[in-house]
């Protein structure tokens, strides 16, 4: 791991789900700081903050919600990938949507992972474990869906 | 019974007290009047010893003055005379004393006064002898003596002092004796009284110690039900105040401190008025406190309704309340007791019910069906608009009459029978029925009601009644011989008519004429088609020349214009009679009036589509409650599984079950949920395309996979034969086979489970079959578990009771069957069958 903390950007409206994030993310060892934003306007507002200012560096990695309030977390991601500093911002959606089209969707969009948040503890603290394995280099891709 | 003790105090006490007054009373007047006695007795005494003392000195003082008389007259010298002379100055003291000692005595008295008299002749005859002697000497004074006289007196006044003597002493012996009885009496007076003072006494000793025994026993418990009553106040859910009789309050119990807001040393003391601070719900106006009101009434009372409770933070909670007075034993009013609660939850309950209620008249006012609610007695309670146009009778009309009244003629009709059976039988029935003074056919579907009431569903068929009627009735016309033909033809509102061999028409035509009211004339030969639409006018003579020229039977549809000018849709059959010879005789054909028909098919297919479509949305509806419900659903199952990962073995056994159940209740939740959504979806999938051929075999590997973990788990040996393709969507194949394996799986018995799914062709069905050797169902029960959330077993067989459910209506919706076959503890076999080919779905 680095000494400079891993930029984690995390769109999520629901604190019991931000929680459990930042449960993961500590159990997994990994330095990182958290920036948690919690519905999609913000989550705009923050990203034209970003893509303005040069100075500011890009979150290494970006957690989405899809079913967020005012602004769907589908354009969300969008935006994101419109940055172009953010192209290496590595995009996991998370999401309890079972429809397929939502998975395609958001594969169409260029999200890097699928995480379907699961009803069970261990399974979502394993959240983490995607996160280091994505930071370490392997591939994203590989880590898959848990669900 | 706590009142006994004092009672019995209160009786025994003054009793005892009594007792002792009057046993002291007793001894104290026996005692005086006693002690009087021995007083006199005693006085008595003293006074016999000086009444013999005076006696004495009497005698003695009397003998002196005669010794001195005597002795003057002897000798004539006058110091003889000195006892005398002392004697005559003693004596009326003495005689004085007497008097003063024997007052009392009257005998004694009379005899001292006797003894008086008796003195002062002795004086008087003493002295005349000493006068005698100085003046005439002694010889004259000697000679008297001689005499006797003066012996004589003497004597008497001796025998009299005796007298007085004996009598003293004889009193004295009285007086000793009634001493003695008195002073014994005393004593025994005395005694009894002592012991039985005494007695009052233990017995008071006694009494007291029960009854103070008695009264610290109800100390105790009058302090142990105080601990009780707070307890109870600061623990129960409802908020308690209590108040003084001035409405100041003394007690909040924690519930009220959290509803008003105010804390227990805040309010204490204060007025209750402004602690508990309420307004009416709707018109802000501040509603009289119950307390006030009790104070002034002194009757408990309870809280008008829409009341809400202006807490001290300015929260606003609808409360219902009482108050009730605290008296003591003599009803004395000590305060007022109130008590409260938050309604909220409630409130909010009411509110939704109403909403749903509200719900459930906005779908019947808005469907098509008339619909009418009937309670016990026959009288309308409910009627909707449908049910308001249908019977042409305003609601308002019909509202608290019974049906009989508003619909006289039901009664002694079939109507009244089958509604009358629903009523009593509570079966539903459904029936149609003719109404004769609306002139109409309804459709009636009655169903027992809330409360021994029935509900009726009713339709105006009408229209489709009479078409029908008319249909059956034509049809069995043309099957009639000539001449009932020839009545039905006046009499029958189809039409029949005879065109010559060219197709011609010729001749009288009744029918026809009567329906278009053309003439005769106007009819002939071609003529007729100027009654049909223009539109159809031309079509119809094209393929009526076509069949006439290659003589075969005639079917049409066309419109014809009425006399009034409105046109009817008639579908047309005519069909070429021949004579012996075979040739053509004429053509017969019938227009049979469809326009209603038409009309309620198409209003039939259109309800069709209004279902379907309904249906559609349901399933719609399952599917995304299902799934939104899984979000929250998720919240609880994970932060319950947390709690047990942090806290698990940490509080304690009952913390730990609870935690366990909370998991454990959630993990079943989210397992119904899925299942419900695979329920849902069964359908969805089958309506979002077609299916195409898909290998069964296939599938069933796929759900085999998906059981992996189950099967080796218990090491099940699962074969197959021959599996075909069958035209089913996959995704419903593969869920077919798991649920109908993972049962086989799940129900197993004591053996290894040995699972066999095979498939053979019977006429135009495939027919799939799924057979274990587990513990198999008993025939009650064969039918019975294909139902939603149906379940044979208790938690030993985990599941939710929608496995087979889905496998139905995915069978359902595929147009086979699904049914299994079982013995008990013989195992059962799963068999279900779908169409050999594509079929539509």
């Known amino acids: 791991m680095n000494d400079t903390p891993v930029t984690i950007l995390l769109v999520e409206d629901n604190p019991g789900d931000v929680y459990l994030v930042r449960l993961a993310l500590q159990q997994s060892g990994l330095n990182f700081s958290l920036v948690e934003v919690s519905d999609g306007e913000e989550a705009m507002r923050y990203l034209n903050a970003l893509s303005d200012d040069d100075t500011a560096p890009a979150p290494s990695f970006a957690l989405l919600d899809l079913n967020l309030p005012r602004v769907d977390g589908k354009r969300v991601l969008e935006r994101l990938k419109e940055i172009p500093k953010c192209s290496h911002t590595r995009a996991i959606v998370l999401t309890s949507s079972e429809y397929p089209a939502d998975r395609a969707d958001v594969d169409r969009l260029g999200a890097d992972c699928y995480f379907h948040k699961p009803q069970d503890l261990e399974a979502f603290l394993k959240l983490g474990d995607l996160v280091v394995s994505m930071w370490s280099g392997e591939s994203g891709a590989a880590a898959g869906s848990p669900s | ?841």
Request: glycine share 8%.
């Open chain 2, 1 to 841: 019974m706590p009142n006994a003790p004092l009672t019995k105090m209160a009786v025994v006490g003054p009793a005892l007290l009594g007792l002792a007054l009057v046993v002291l009373c007793v001894m104290g007047f026996t005692f005086s009047a006693d002690w009087q006695g021995l007083q006199l007795a005693y006085s008595e005494v003293v006074r016999a010893d000086e009444l013999r003392d005076i006696n004495n000195l009497f005698l003695s003082t009397m003998k002196d003055a005669e010794t001195g008389e005597r002795g003057f007259l002897l000798t004539g010298e006058a110091q003889f005379l000195e006892p005398y002379n002392s004697s005559l100055l003693a004596i009326p003291i003495l005689l004085d004393r007497f008097a003063v000692a024997t007052k009392q005595y009257p005998e004694q008295f009379s005899r001292v006064q006797r003894l008086t008299r008796m003195t002062k002749d002795k004086f008087a005859e003493l002295q005349q002898m000493v006068d005698i002697r100085s003046t005439k000497g002694a010889e004259a004074a000697i000679a008297i003596v001689a005499t006797g006289r003066g012996k004589q007196s003497m004597d008497a006044i001796r025998e009299l002092c005796a007298e007085i003597a004996s009598y003293q002493t004889w009193q004295f012996l009285v007086r000793t004796n009634e001493r003695q009885v008195k002073a014994e009496r005393l004593m025994l007076v005395v005694v009894t009284g002592s012991i039985m003072l005494f007695g009052i006494i233990v017995v008071a000793a006694i009494v007291i110690r029960s009854a103070s025994a008695r009264q610290e026993r109800l100390r105790a418990e009058i302090e142990r039900s105080q601990v009780m009553l707070m307890t109870t106040f600061v623990s129960i859910g409802d908020a308690v105040i209590t108040t003084d009789a001035e409405g100041n309050i003394t007690f909040l119990n924690p519930v009220a401190q959290a509803l008003t807001g105010w804390n227990q040393d805040d309010a204490m003391g204060k007025s209750l008025v402004l602690v508990f601070h309420i307004v009416n719900e709707h018109t802000r106006a501040v509603v009289e406190n119950p307390v006030m009101k009790v104070l002034k009434n002194g009757q408990i009372v309870g809280l008008a309704n829409h009341t809400v409770l202006m807490a001290k933070d300015g929260r606003e909670i609808p409360i219902d309340d009482s108050g009730a007075p605290i008296r003591d034993g003599s009803g004395q009013m000590l305060g007022v007791v109130l008590v409260f609660r938050d309604i909220t939850e409630r409130r909010n309950a009411e509110d939704s019910l109403a909403s749903s209620n509200a719900k459930i008249q906005n779908v019947l006012e808005s469907i098509t069906d008339g619909f009418l609610a009937l309670d016990d007695e026959w009288k309308f309670v409910y009627a909707n608009a449908a049910a308001e146009k249908i019977l042409g009778w305003p609601k308002e009309q019909i509202a608290g009459k019974t049906i009989w009244q508003d619909f006289p003629k039901l009664l002694g009709s079939e109507v009244e029978a089958n509604l009358r059976r629903v009523a009593a039988d509570r079966t539903p029935a459904h029936f149609d029925s003719f109404y004769a003074p609306l002139n109409a056919w309804f459709e009636l579907r009655a169903y027992p009601g809330h409360e021994k009431g029935i509900t009726v569903y009713l339709n105006d068929i009408s229209e489709r009644k009479r078409s029908e009627m008319a249909i059956t009735l034509s049809e069995q016309a043309l099957r009639d011989s000539e001449a009932r033909f020839r009545t039905a033809v006046q009499t029958m509102s189809e039409i029949v008519w005879t065109n010559n061999s060219d197709g011609q028409m010729m001749g009288e035509q009744s029918g026809w004429a009567a329906f278009t009211g053309q003439s005769f004339e106007e009819s002939q030969g071609y003529g007729w088609a100027k009654a049909v639409h223009p539109d159809d006018a031309q079509p119809t003579i094209d393929e009526w020349n076509r069949s006439v020229a290659a003589e075969r039977p005639f079917a049409f549809e066309h419109r014809v214009r009425r006399f009034d000018g409105v046109y009817r849709l008639f579908s047309i059959q005519a069909v070429p009679v021949r004579n012996e010879d075979g040739l053509i005789r004429e053509w017969v054909g019938v227009h049979t009036d469809i326009t209603d028909r038409r009309a309620a098919e198409a209003e039939i297919s259109n309800t069709n589509i209004l279902l379907r479509r309904s249906n559609a949305d349901l399933e719609q509806f399952a599917y995304a409650a299902s799934h939104d419900l899984q979000e929250p659903l998720r919240m609880v199952s994970i932060y319950s599984q947390m709690l047990k990962k942090k806290y698990e073995g940490k509080i304690d056994a009952e913390a730990d079950t609870f935690i366990r159940f909370a998991v454990d209740g959630a993990r079943q939740m989210d397992l119904l949920l899925r299942d419900l959504l695979a329920y849902s979806q069964a359908t969805i999938e089958v309506v979002k395309g077609p299916a195409t051929g898909v290998s069964a075999a296939k599938a069933l590997q796929k759900a085999l996979v998906n059981l992996n973990t189950a099967i080796e788990e218990c090491g099940a040996h699962i074969t197959y034969g021959d599996l075909p393709v069958v035209f089913m969507a996959e995704i419903h194949l593969v869920q077919l086979f798991q649920n109908l394996v993972g049962n086989a799986i799940k129900y197993r018995g004591e053996q290894i489970p040995f699972i066999h799914v095979g498939c053979r062709k019977e006429g135009t069905e495939w027919v799939f079959s799924v057979q274990d050797n587990g513990i198999g169902i008993e025939a009650p029960y064969l039918k019975q578990v294909f139902g939603v959330f149906k379940r044979l077993h208790g938690k030993q067989y985990p599941g939710t009771g929608i496995g087979l459910a889905i496998c139905q209506r995915i069978v359902d919706r595929h147009g086979g069957r699904i049914w299994v076959q079982s013995e008990p503890g013989r195992g059962c076999t799963f068999l279900f069958t779908t169409a050999v080919g594509e079929q539509r779905v």
